[in-house]
């Protein structure tokens, strides 16, 4: 079974410019999860999806940061504009609440972006 | 407020010694979940193990071993004779209360095993 999917792997994009990652969640997951990864802050929760609707953003950092989830099997990040300090590693997550298996997480690749 | 403290920043063995990654958690929800997730130099997150709070038994999965101890809120993982794959970052999370499913992780133990 495919795990979860995101792309772009890599994005190397200037200041200013809109970013945009997306993730594919593994199929039949219901929570969805965006994390950020940086060596000064380590792994952060920026927001989290149940069954498509938003649960908790009080981690998106500030208005630049917007999260969708139009469907069941698809999510973006959009970061617009972007700055130099939200160059970071973003994971996906997802994961089933079904008994036996919930909330263990399971982790995208994750998208490594660099603003320059 | 949950929070989960990994007190040693980075360890360095020998291959086939054994290691103790130790994880420390505050909470207070009766009702908790931990985590370990190993971050290998390729960058992917990796499951681990899984611990409710209700289940203290201690669990072995070949050189891997965890132990739980509620009475010092720790979660401790053991590595036995280590291998040089083993090498990655190691984090220890939690999630409980009215908002499980949100996990909060610690900083990481970066674990280096020397040939």
């Known amino acids: 079974d495919a795990g979860v999917i995101q792309s772009p792997r890599h994005e190397v994009t200037e200041m200013g410019q809109e970013v945009t990652l997306r993730c594919k969640p593994i199929?039949?997951?219901?929570?969805l999860f965006w994390y950020r990864q940086t060596m000064m802050r380590g792994l952060e929760l920026l927001i989290y999806?149940?069954?498509?609707?938003?649960?908790?953003d009080s981690g998106m950092p500030e208005d630049r940061f917007s999260a969708k989830m139009p469907n069941a099997s698809f999510s973006t990040l959009k970061i617009q504009p972007s700055e130099p300090r939200d160059s970071a590693v973003y994971f996906c997550?997802?994961?089933?609440?079904?008994?036996?298996?919930?909330?263990?997480?399971?982790f995208g690749p994750g998208t490594r972006l660099t603003v320059t | 407020a949950q929070k989960v403290t990994q007190a040693q920043t980075e360890i360095s063995v020998v291959e086939k010694e054994d290691v103790t990654l130790d994880c420390v958690y505050e909470t207070r929800d009766t009702t908790y979940y931990l985590f370990w997730y190993k971050q290998p130099p390729s960058g992917e997150l990796v499951f681990l193990i899984r611990r409710n709070s209700f289940d203290e038994q201690n669990e072995i999965s070949g050189r891997y071993s965890w132990n739980f101890q509620k009475s010092t809120s720790s979660f401790n993982f053991t590595i036995t004779a280590s291998q040089v794959v083993d090498s990655a970052v190691y984090f220890c999370a939690l999630s409980g209360g009215t908002s499980y499913g949100k996990l909060t992780f610690g900083q990481g133990t970066i674990l280096t095993v020397h040939p």
């Open positions: 999806f149940n069954n498509n609707v938003p649960i908790d």
């Open positions: 997550a997802s994961s089933s609440g079904l008994a036996g298996s919930a909330y263990e997480q399971y």
């Open positions: 199929s039949g997951h219901d929570y």
